[in-house]
C-alpha cells in the first residue's frame, strides 16, 4: 500500500533562516531507524488519560519544544470527545522509551489555529501550540527545537525525517525511531497550497501515534504530522445515490479513532457468508485494524447509521499482501456473531476462478467515499458505472509516474480512459466491482480519483477466488 501522509506547514516568522540544501546532513538510509533523543531533543511524547474507567497514561500524539513554555503539535491531539479539559494531557520530554522515564508536565491550555476547527473534510489547520503548567529543564536530551522560517517552500522529491514512538515497525511502540518521507506534489484546493506539505512513506512500515510529530529536514521542523490519507483508499466520483436494496451484499467497514474515541466508516466489504466478508487488505493491515477496533455495518444506505453493527473477530490477509505494491489486496474477515438476512442483508456472489474480464466491460463500482478527489465523503450509498481498461495499456501508463504503481494481470483497471469524471475515491477500499450482481474486482489503488490519464484500479477476485473459499470453509 502506497501511503501519502499529510502535514500542515509551521508558518512562524523569524523561527529560523533558510536552509542551504547542500548543507543539511539527512542520513537517511530508506528504512525505519531506531533513535535516540541525542539526535532529536525537542520531540516530546503526547500522552492520554484515558477518561473512561481506567485511569491510565499513555502516548498517542508526539509534538515539538518550542520554549521552555510552550509545544507545537497537531489540534487533533487536543481536540474532541476524548479531551474534556487540559487535565486530560501531558507531555513527556527526554524520555527515548515510550511511557516511561523524562520530564513529565502537564498541559495548560493550547491555541489552535484560528481558534477553531471548521474544515471537516480536510486537515487544513490541524496545528496547535500549547502552553505547558509548568516550564521543561532543558539538558542533553531536552532542547529547545527550530521551525522553518515562513513561507519558505519545500520542493517535491526531498528526504525528510519523521520522527516519533508510533508503530513504525509492526508491534514495536516502544523506543523512539525515524522513517525518510520523500516529499510529493499532491493536487489541493485553490487557497490552501502555502498550508499543506505530503509526503511518501518508505517501505512497509506504519506509523500510529506519531500525529503531532515533527517532520525534520536535517535538524529544522518543517511539518507538523496530521492525520493521512492512504492512496489506495478511494471513493465513488461522477455516480449517483442508491440504496442498499440495490446491493443487500455491501457493508461498511468502520474505525474506531483512537483520537476521538468515535466510529466512522472508511472501507467497504462484501458479504461472503452470514460470519464472513470479503475486504481489501489495506482495511485491516494495522495494530488498531481488528477487534475491538473495527466493525461492520450491514444493511445500511446511508453511512455511519442504520442497520445491524457487528463486531470483528478476525481478519486474514492474503498471504502475499506488502510483497508488491496493490498486489493480493484481499482479506477474508471473520465476523464475531452472525449477520441475519434480511432484504437489505444478503450474502453475495462472487466470480468463478479464473474468469478473465474482457476490456470495455461496463462495471458498477460502490461505495460511500468521496464524491471528489478533495471533496466530502458522501453520506449516502452511491454507485458509478465504468469500463475496464486494457491491463497492459493501464500498467504502461502507471510505470510513467515519479514513483511508478505497479499493475499486473491479478488487477482490473477501470474508468473513462482519457476523459475521467467516474471512478471510486478515498474510502471505498475493500468494496466491490460488480458485473451485473456477481462481484469481480475488490476496490483497491490507484492515482487519485476519476483521473483522465491513470484508471482506478481493483483487485482481480478471481485470480483469488479459490483461496478466499479455502480461507471461509477451511477456519480454525
Known sequence: MVAIFILCLALFTGATTALDFDQVDLALNGTTNVTTLQQFPSVVQVEFLNIWGWEVWTQNCA????????????????????YPDPYARRIRAGANNRNTGGQIIYVDFPVHYQQNITNTTAIEHDISVVRLRSPLFFGNLIQQGAIIASGFHIPPGLLVNQVGWGAKIPGNFTALSSVPITTVNIDQPVGIQP???????????????????????GNITVGCR?????????????????????????????LLSQITFTWSQNCAGCILTSRFIVSAAQCFNEWNLEFPYRRIRAGATYRNRGGSVVYIDRAVKHPSYGTNGLEADVSVVRLLTPLVYSPTIRQGSIVSANFVVPDHTRVVLAGWGRIAEAGPTSDILREVSVYTINNQLCAGRYATLSWPITVTPNMICSGILDVGGKDACHGDSGGPMYLGHVVIGIISGGYSCANCTFPGISIAVASYTNWILDTVYGWH
Request: contains cysteine; neutral net charge; charged residues 10%.
Open 226 to 254: 496530521t492525520l493521512g490519507m492512504v492512496l489506495s483508499s478511494k471513493r465513488i466520483v461522477g455516480g449517483h445515490p442508491t440504496s442498499i436494496e440495490h446491493h443487500p451484499s455491501m457493508v461498511q467497514v468502520e
Open 195 to 217: 498550508r499543506i506539505l505530503a509526503g511518501r512513506l518508505s517501505g512497509n512500515v506504519t506509523d500510529n501515534g506519531d500525529i503531532g510529530g515533527p517532520w525534520f529536514l
Open 63 to 82: 509534538a515539538s519544544i518550542l520554549t521552555s513554555w510552550w509545544i507545537l503539535s497537531a489540534t487533533t491531539c487536543f481536540f474532541g470527545p476524548s
